[in-house]
């Protein structure tokens, strides 16, 4: 499913335009670079599909989320409440900021379970963040809902979710903002890219500050020359990744329908075999990167990639991915119960876990590439009708 393997032509050309007329950085230098901005460019084509009205380009998923918490002035001794199901920079932001990470359990879609979220809330929560995962949306209608009750934004983490919707709207245009990733493994990528939306004025003009050592962007005035806001840190995106960005997003429309077409196909093949499919508080919106199955029972899963790995695919088992779930973070288990910053932390002992562990261990996956053969498709239905008839 990685980007990569989209890239073409247009690529090629949009790179060489930026090496050609030697212009890296995106701020600065007005006089000289005839009104070309990429990166300004790729953060206004970005508006203008999610009708956002703000939009940050930066150097990866990481910094849109800590960059994100730091504009709504997360900082030491707050709580944020997110998903144990997740990549790790969603707690790595977090914990970054000074703050405190608190994991709430997940529904049968494996997004972030609001009525669990809403139970964690402390006076000391500053922020919630659920992680639309595996192309897939969180149900962000009781987020919201819970975000004016008690007045505590919600950050949509929708890094692994470029273009995905949730009931007509796009993942990371729904929170008071939401960061989008451009990675390497991502459908879209830009070598290492992330993006945060929001229409939020003036969280936006916090957050684009502090991306960039706390400047104020102007271009009544060159670089150097223009105000500062407060300190800061360099999460600036190059003139190189925003061409590249332009192009993705081009490219998005298309690449989504493929991979979507490629997963209608298998499941409609398979849909006799009585499997059932992970449940999606909006099907339509999927950005089906990923194929995911829940079965009946732990047992079950474990029959299920059996069979379907001797058939030539490969589906893990969910609750053994170590780099999505936390119940396998050494250093997050260690910060368990201990004071930061005069806030005393929850366990994040495996036990904490045990409604996402029921989840998470009759889930099996396999990722899907935006390019499969017919050859390559058939092999997973194959091997979905084994994994069914061995597990079911």
């Known amino acids: 499913m990685a980007g990569t393997e989209i890239f073409g032509i247009e ?43 703000h939009a940050l380009a930066l150097t990866n998923g990481t910094a849109a989320l800590i960059t994100a918490l730091k504009g709504l002035g997360v900082g030491p001794g707050d709580e944020v409440i997110t998903s144990p199901f997740t990549f790790i920079a969603t707690i790595e932001a977090i914990v970054a900021c000074g703050a405190v990470p608190v994991l709430g359990e997940i529904d049968e879609t494996l997004g972030l379970d609001p009525v669990s979220a809403e139970k964690l809330i402390t006076k000391k929560t500053k922020a919630l963040v659920p992680v639309h995962m595996f192309g897939a949306a969180a149900d962000l209608d009781p987020f919201m809902e819970i975000s004016i009750i008690y007045g505590i934004p919600v950050v949509e983490d929708a890094c692994e979710v470029v273009g995905g919707t949730y009931k007509g709207r796009y993942l990371g245009s729904i929170g008071k903002c939401g960061t989008w990733s451009f990675d390497p493994n991502k459908t879209l990528t830009v070598g290492e890219g992330g993006l945060i939306l929001t229409d939020d004025e003036d969280l936006y003009f916090k957050m684009d500050c502090y991306h960039d050592h706390g400047h104020i962007h102007s271009k009544a005035h060159d670089r150097g020359e223009e105000g500062k806001f407060g300190l800061g840190v360099n999460y600036r995106l190059s003139e190189l990744q925003g061409a590249l960005g332009i192009v993705a997003l081009d490219k998005m429309d298309a690449t989504l329908e493929k991979i979507r077409k490629t997963k209608k196909r298998i499941i409609n093949s398979v849909k006799d075999t009585g499997i059932k499919v992970r449940p999606m508080h909006d099907p339509e919106g999927d950005t089906a990167s990923h194929l995911i199955f829940m079965l009946p029972s732990p047992e079950a899963a474990v029959n299920f990639s059996r069979a379907a790995g001797e058939a030539g695919t490969g589906f893990s088992i ?28 929850p366990s994040y002992a495996a036990e904490t876990m045990a409604a996402t562990e029921a989840m998470l261990s009759r889930a099996v996956m396999t990722g899907l590439n935006i390019n499969m053969s017919d050859g390559e498709i058939e092999r997973i239905i194959r091997s979905v009708k084994c994994g069914a008839k061995a597990s079911l």
Do not use: C, P
């Not at 890296?24 to 790729?42: A, D, L, P, T, W």
């Not at 609750?319 to 005393?344: C, R, V």
């Open 318 to 345: 969910i609750s053994q991915n170590t780099w999505h779930y936390a119940k396998h973070w050494k250093a997050l288990e260690e910060m368990g119960e201990k004071d930061i910053f005069g806030t005393k932390a």
């Open 11 to 53: 690529e090629i050309k949009a790179l060489t335009d930026v090496i050609e007329r030697k212009m890296i950085h995106r701020y600065g230098s007005h006089s000289v670079r005839n009104g070309i901005y990429r990166v300004e460019e790729f953060e206004e084509k970005a508006k203008k599909i999610t009708g956002s009205k």
